[in-house]
């Protein structure tokens, strides 16, 4: 049952993307989306001696090619918003310390792209601000570390295991400036359905998924056919299998209009891609690198993006604890004026 | 120089703290504040199995309790917004999963709180939501885990060391209801002195609080003596002097309205206390059980709390990255109507 409350945020004046930037690592560029990111690594490393500080540059890549494409210095900022998977999110904090900009983390896991979006957006249709900056990164390497092993290791993983995408995105919104609106957020609840296989991120985000996605439809009283394409953040193909039936117990067949980013992102003929992509950085990078262009284009009109979050730790693991699944989504919408 | 652009949030219609909760562990009980906390426990594993479940169950303490004050069920609630010290947030997400409400994860280290404040504040000011929980929590035991050692080590600690608070606060916040306001809040931006030790977080936070507090003056045109209390988050006893020093170098001396609620939370004879209390819990403690105390009987007209944050992990020290701080500082102000 969807909640009768202010789960849905209507922008009145809804903020402007005027730049956004994509940095992504190697599989990433050599998916199916690749020609659609701005900068490319050909290895993971970017230069650097750790995978953390190789994440920290990729973020400060997208953060000054966003300044960049906006004609903008940090100085024009009023805020900036974002996260990332690391404990104490490292790659926000230290990556992004050069800019002198307020500072927001968050983090709901692999949906902090969409909570940092609609806080931007809140900031500044609530006047608080005139221009932000949002966004997120990830990294397969730090990512494993942080949840399952080292990727020295070498383990072995199920079908149903995910790759967390290399890369970082930043948007810049402000009140007016190009063609792309975000118009609304919706703000998810978390659902447990007792997985505690960090390798089962799919199944423990589904139903938060279907919730958020069901709530919004109710809150603004739309179809699925008013998309042009409502995409969740990375179940992957395993996930996506659960969230359509789901949905179809509660007689919803979105049909084509549903996808996922965590299924766009990668061929499955690509090295340990198994179930699909996932992390912070994979909403990000399929939102801000494709979808942005499909509304900038006109080929769409409105996208719904809802990100999906996988709540666990290395410690929650370890002490059996299930990991409960959150879902936050944005509308993104293309205006003529 | 503070930055000229919108830094200071002043709220149109100050939300109103309705009812707020604190769980305070042993050492935050017996101390010189004790008598303001709702829950007082007297073990810090508070009858669990693990270090980390006890938080979790702090958290769900101050959650079940705040809302029992108010009179609220979760389903009245249109959002929480909290945080705290493990990594990916864990006692925020596990502990508050009963709740089923809309929720936002925060992190900005010991500056969550007044991040989560300042968010709750502006969602209520925006008419994004007519009721909102915020808070944070931390606990001893599993933050030395998270940057320094398992407590189980039993490794010795210079003088300038902090004691990380366990408890948890949370407060309820809504348009009308009781007379303490939320009035504004101050985003902070990162500042970097170069410390790499994970036990000088005092020093590596007082830039960031000094220039958030001045900024905080100079957006609002306020002179010191305008706040009955100035207080920051958990510098401790070292890092409120060097906090002084930075702030006469700018020709500003605070007097007695200038304090730290790192010093307030214990006496300095307790065990392990060293220059102070720290940690997500300690600001929010303070604030909830004491200042809203101070405000709610009229002894106190208004109030500025600048919770200061260490932005650091175990890996990132690992790798020799230097500890920026950040200060994220709210007013909460008397209200007569």
Redesign the interface.
């Known amino acids: 049952m969807p ?5 849905t ?1 209507t922008f009145s004046s809804p903020p402007r993307l005027v730049a956004v930037a994509t940095v992504a690592g190697r599989n990433e560029s050599e998916g199916p989306l690749g020609q659609h990111f701005d900068i490319r690594h050909d290895d993971d490393r970017a230069g650097f ?2 995978w ?2 190789a994440e920290q540059a990729l973020f400060d890549q997208a953060a000054n090619l966003v300044l960049k494409k906006a004609g903008l210095k940090p ?5 900036m918003v974002g ?1 990332d ?6 790659a926000f ?2 990556g ?2 050069p800019y ?10 692999c949906a902090s792209f969409t ?1 940092a979006m609609a ?1 931007a957006g ?2 500044l ?2 006047g ?3 221009r932000v900056m949002a966004g997120t990164s990830s990294h397969y390497s730090t990512a494993e ?2 949840f399952r092993f080292p990727t020295e290791y070498g383990v072995q993983k199920p079908p149903t295991a995910q790759r967390t995408a290399t890369g970082a995105g930043m948007a810049l919104l402000a009140k007016t400036g190009g063609q792309v609106a975000l118009t609304e957020a919706t ?4 659902f ?1 359905f007792g997985v505690q296989n960090p390798w089962e991120m799919g199944a423990a985000m589904a139903p938060a998924a279907a919730a958020t996605i069901r709530q919004h439809l109710a809150d603004t009283g739309r179809r699925v056919i008013e998309y042009d394409c409502i995409a969740t953040g990375d179940l992957g193909h395993v996930g996506h299998r659960i969230l359509r039936h789901l949905l179809a117990k509660d007689g919803l067949d979105p049909g084509d209009v549903l996808t996922d980013c965590g299924m766009l992102l990668y061929r499955q003929d690509q090295p340990e891609v198994f179930s699909g992509g996932s992390g912070g950085a994979c909403s990000t990078l399929v939102t801000l690198g494709y979808f942005v262009s499909q509304l900038e284009t006109g080929r769409w009109r409105r996208v719904l993006v809802a990100a999906t979050g996988a ?6 693991t370890q ?1 059996k ?1 299930s990991v ?1 699944g ?1 879902a ?1 989504a944005i509308v993104l919408e293309r205006k003529d004026g």
Not at 3 to 7: A, F, M
Not at 85 to 90: C, R, S
Not at 102 to 109: F, I, N, R, T
Not at 311 to 316: D, E, G, T
């Open positions: 909640r009768t409350g202010k789960q945020w001696d750790t953390e500080h100085e024009d900022v009023d805020l996260g998977l690391n404990a104490q999110l490292t904090y230290l992004l310390r002198n900009i307020p500072a927001l983390g968050v983090y709901s896991a909570e806080l809140l900031a249709d609530a608080m601000a005139d570390r942080q703000i998810g609840q978390m447990d709540l666990l730790s290395a410690v929650s002490q604890d409960p959150i936050h």
